[in-house]
């Protein structure tokens, strides 16, 4: 990938209050958006443990639905180990939840430009809708299971088609989509927990939850002030097909007048591009997604196959407990730094990615080797590592934006964004061994 001057300067605001309110409008609806998007996915876990407990309370105990419910489950479940293990490890519920979403980032950056951004939006929201629904509703193990899916496959096409619909606004809307992202880990968990503590059944609670799906509606078709190069409702292949050579010269002539005061350079100049030329751009993009996806891999290595196993009999809450404010934490971290971008930029994402792995690696003997005093001290470093997967998030994101030619970026950034999944994927499937090898002991 080449870096093109046009690139490296920030896009500059209309003067006058109309360009400061599209400016806030816009960040704020990409703030909703990256809420919106990643709400189903927050509390689809906790839902569907729920719900399965209710099940197994109605309809007796069967072995999948047990399974299953363990794999959510990360309070105590006392066994021989010195541990205190669950018989599954909560990875394999994670590995359920992240694969749709990796395999629709590997290959729907591919053809997903021939789908316009408005039917995108109008698919991810109804599918979210319907996990909420499928979940709320369920009569067994396999629907609440598919409800998970619908929330992965939601989440996993929305974050791809967000990120590439920010090369249409000015750069700083990228930092609005992060802190949006962060926030939802954090708003899920508490409003879940929140409306259930107060009496409201997992169903009823679900239920309101649908007004997410049609607040990703409202934030992108009302509160978004779009510039009229987004093709919102045809493909760019049909606009170029529909115009000649010195048609689309004119319209991209007068597109680039008109936004080059409010928007980063963006989108397509000078036609799609080609099969040969996306395998350019990934890998371009590598030195990008590697660091990435090492990042989520430490950090999910952590909190899938560490983090129950970091339990302290002595302290004053319970395994579940601190279970529960070790995720709390992390959630808070991630939120700060992503939403850190208006204040601090970090270009050495290597640097990130080797500071995660030195809290995994921290972490993995403390839980071999019980050497930590106290879980403040675990409480510390758990925060500290959202900090950095984090700020590794937006950092990467906002430097592909601007490092990349202006055609290339649209793609560019939905292709990137299959480092966290793939980091996170892989961390699940390696935390089944650690955490089968500590529990044995």
Known sequence: ???????????????????CSTQC???????????????????????????????????????????????LQAGNSSNSSRYDCNPVSTAAVLLADILPTLVIKMF???????????????????????????????????????GVIFASVSSGLGELSFLSLTVFFSRDVLGGWASGTGGAGVAGAFLYSGLTQVGLTPQITLLIMLVVPVGMLISYFFLL??????????????????????????????????????????????GPLTFTEKLQVVKGLLKFVFPLALVYFAEYFINQGLMELLYFPDFFLSHAEQYRWYQTLYQVGVLVSRSSLCCVKIRKLWALSLLQVVNAVLLLFAVRYMFLPSAWLV???????????????????????????????????????????????????????????????
């Not at 093109?4 to 300067?9: E, F, G, I, K, P």
């Not at 509390?43 to 072995?63: C, F, P, R, W, Y």
């Not at 009229?228 to 050579?245: D, F, H, I, M, R």
């Not at 964004?417 to 089944?432: N, R």
Request: charged share 20%; net charge negative.
């Open 25 to 71: 409008r816009n960040w704020s609806g990409f703030w909703l958006l990256g809420l919106c998007n990643n709400f189903a996915y927050v509390v689809m876990l906790s839902a569907a443990h729920d719900i399965l407990k209710k099940q197994e309370s109605e309809n007796g105990t069967s072995t999948a639905s047990a399974t299953f419910t363990q794999g």
């Open 225 to 270: 002030d779009p510039p009229p190069s987004l093709p919102q409702w045809k493909s760019k292949e049909t606009e170029y097909a529909a115009v000649g050579s010195d048609e689309r010269q004119q319209l991209v002539r007068g597109s680039d007048e008109e936004e080059e005061d409010r928007a980063a350079p963006a989108a397509d100049q000078t």
């Open 1 to 19: 990938m080449e870096q093109t001057d046009s690139v490296n300067a920030e896009p500059v605001q209309r003067p006058g209050n109309d360009g």
């Open 379 to 441: 409480f510390v470093i758990i925060l500290y590592e959202g900090l950095l997967g984090g700020a590794a998030y937006v950092n990467t994101f906002y430097f592909i934006s601007k490092e990349t030619e202006d055609r290339q970026r649209e793609f560019a950034m939905a292709a990137a964004s299959v480092g966290d999944s793939l980091g996170i994927a892989l961390a699940g499937a390696a935390a089944f061994p650690v955490h089968r090898y500590f529990c044995s002991l």
């Open 108 to 146: 729907a950056p591919f053809v997903i430009h021939k789908v316009p951004y408005g039917i995108r939006v109008l698919f991810c929201a109804i599918i979210a809708a319907a996990s909420f629904l499928l979940v709320s509703f369920s009569s067994s193990v396999w629907m609440s299971i598919l």
